[in-house]
């Protein structure tokens, strides 16, 4: 069998055509190297090299073979480079699906710090309600999934949680400020199939506070449900990250003791770049192990 060694070997002796110039360039003794490129000859079954006391020449053969040997020692250096890169979570690709309303929290600033220490990864981000995110990973359609409530799913993992505040969002003037005080106000808020968990998560602390809130008007984003609470159709709940939104004739309260639930999901082993993803948002939302 012929090996890689075999072949950087007999380059460097082929360029220096000098076994003691060569010697020194591969950082070895020469009779190790000249028992190495008999062995070649031996295997290749023809002379590489003429050879005397005065000079070291190249055959035809070898000169055949140094064209050869130099793309294929360059192929597989590109190879290996390659797999390193790959292997360090500097190459290769990662798609993360999150919900829209997470991009107002300090994920954009994640992205931006990812694609900057990494930029050689092929960067996807795809917006979509959980319910399709906890598919598309599922699937395999995302790497990792940024979504809210807590999901019970065997096939997904989640490797990062963490708790956001809520807030009560209202029409300018008005004066509830818990969740109480609510019951009798109509709700604007997003048709459950979108997410589940985070649906029952509002529902549930509601009911806690003794009422079930009544949904007058379904929305699909948190801009239109902001846009509908500004035009007096109701009121609604959020994390506290929708109040960046800054919406005109609306107010954001805080709600004591009322959070919800954050999840960054995935499959049971991730990809590096996903690894290194994990460890970014770590740090950006001061979770442990952050690095």
């Keep these: ?28 003794a020469q009779p190790p190297l000249t028992r190495q490129i008999k062995l070649l000859e031996a295997r290749l079954e023809c002379q590489l090299f003429e050879r005397n006391s005065r000079s070291t020449l190249l055959t035809h053969a070898g ?36 919900a829209p309303s997470l991009m107002l929290t300090g994920l954009p600033r994640v992205i931006r710090t990812f694609r900057k220490k990494y930029p050689a990864v092929e960067f996807r981000l795809i917006e979509m309600a959980s319910s399709s995110i906890l598919q598309a990973v599922r699937g395999g359609g995302a790497d990792l999934g940024f979504v809210r409530g807590m999901d019970k799913d065997r096939d997904i993992q989640t490797h990062l949680l963490w708790h956001e505040p809520m807030v009560a969002i209202l029409p300018a003037g008005h004066a509830g400020a818990t969740l109480a005080q609510l019951r009798d106000e109509p ?53 506290v990250s929708v109040s960046g939104m800054n919406a005109r004739a609306v107010q954001f309260l805080p709600l004591k003791q009322v959070e919800t639930t954050v999840r960054v999901v995935g499959g049971a082993v991730l990809n590096p770049p996903g690894e290194k993803f994990l460890g970014l948002t770590r740090r950006e939302f001061g979770l442990a192990g952050g690095g």
């Design 187 to 239: 709700f604007v808020f997003f048709p459950r199939h979108l997410g589940p968990s985070f649906y029952d998560e509002v529902m549930k602390r509601c009911r806690r506070a003794g009422f079930t809130p009544k949904i007058a008007q379904e929305a699909r984003q948190w801009s239109s449900i902001v846009g509908l609470v500004s035009a007096g159709m109701g009121v609604s709940i959020g994390p």
């Design 1 to 28: 069998m012929i090996e890689l060694s075999h072949l950087r070997y007999f380059v460097a002796v082929a360029e220096e055509l000098h076994f003691g110039r060569a010697a020194a360039r591969l950082h070895m």
């Design 63 to 98: 000169e055949q073979l140094l064209l050869r040997a130099r793309a294929i020692l360059a192929d597989a250096d590109q190879v290996f480079q390659s797999i390193r890169t790959l292997g360090r979570g500097e190459g290769g690709s990662l798609t993360v699906a999150t």
